[in-house]
DNA sequence: CTCAGTGCAAAGGATTTGCATGCCG
DNA sequence: CGGCATGCAAATCCTTTGCACTGAG
């Protein structure tokens, strides 16, 4: 996706519940745009210096709640954030045991059928709403191997 | 499995790290063994009253460390704590977006074929040492839908 | 003018650690 | 006895909130 189409399509959604799309906002969703899996908070300001931790956090609930960015879980209990599976495409993760970081990974087709299958099952049975899943792959990333 | 062999085989573990299986460890493990699902320190504590949250989490990492309990990640930043895989057996989880709450999800041999294959690609794609995984679906629970 | 956005400082909640004591092997 | 285990309290770490101020529409 192109840096233009996805700063419309954020600054849409920000606008619909009457919140602008400031610059401190738009480095956000650039910044987690470019990297190719989750940031931690302070990873997300390393690029954007000066710009207090408290005042990250409340952007980043803002972008959660307009559905432009998630937070997904790791190992240990870092919050880490990325944009949502709409803007950012389905995909799938590598989590490091070693350092908690959390590479993203794509899917493939089939692999999506067969968890869908699984999905539904698992609804049925436990009475369930479900409406999304993780595939996270743990192990070791090639730093931590050493 | 029973009781005695899961004592059994937990005992055993921490005897190998020079560490003792005690009361508080053994309430521990038979809670996390009746739940059908991760619990979190309030949770695993509300059967045991009276032991301080830091002896359950000064224990809870003991037993991690022995490789007798696991820690899952849910939507919310609340820890919580399950058997391991090779005491409690592989399965998934259904994760509850609403109230947190994580139930546990058995597997499918299908499914596992499919994700093991998925794994090995990535690993090799992204140089990881991969020997895990977790597969959630996330929802909302029975009693979140209303 | 008005209301969202920002900074700074203080508050919160979960988890960890220091230290003295208790207890099993 | 020696070392692990335990309680309590204080300390941390990440994250959230209160409040006053700035700024865009």
Redesign the interface.
């Given at each position: 996706m192109k840096v233009e189409e996805l700063h419309a399509k954020v600054g849409y959604r920000l606008s619909g519940r009457a919140q602008r799309y400031t610059e401190v906002r738009r480095s956000i969703v650039e910044r987690l745009s470019r990297s190719g899996r989750p940031l931690t908070v302070p990873e997300i300001l390393s690029s954007a210096k000066s710009v207090p931790l408290s005042s990250a956090y409340r952007n980043l609930t803002v972008l959660l709640e307009a559905g432009v960015v998630r937070?997904v879980?790791?190992?240990d209990?870092q919050?880490r954030f990325e944009l949502a599976e709409d803007i950012a495409g389905h995909h799938?993760h590598?989590v490091?045991e070693g350092c908690g970081t959390v590479?993203d990974?794509p899917s493939?087709t089939?692999?999506e059928s067969?968890?869908d299958e699984?999905?539904r099952l698992?609804?049925e049975?436990?009475?369930?709403?479900?409406?999304?899943?993780?595939?996270?792959?743990?192990?070791?990333?090639?730093q931590c191997?050493g």
């Open positions: 937070r879980a790791g190992t209990d919050g799938h590598l490091c590479d990974v493939s089939r692999l067969v968890m699984a999905a698992a609804a049975e436990q009475g369930y709403d479900v409406w999304s899943h993780r595939f996270d792959l743990i192990g070791l990333c090639r191997q």
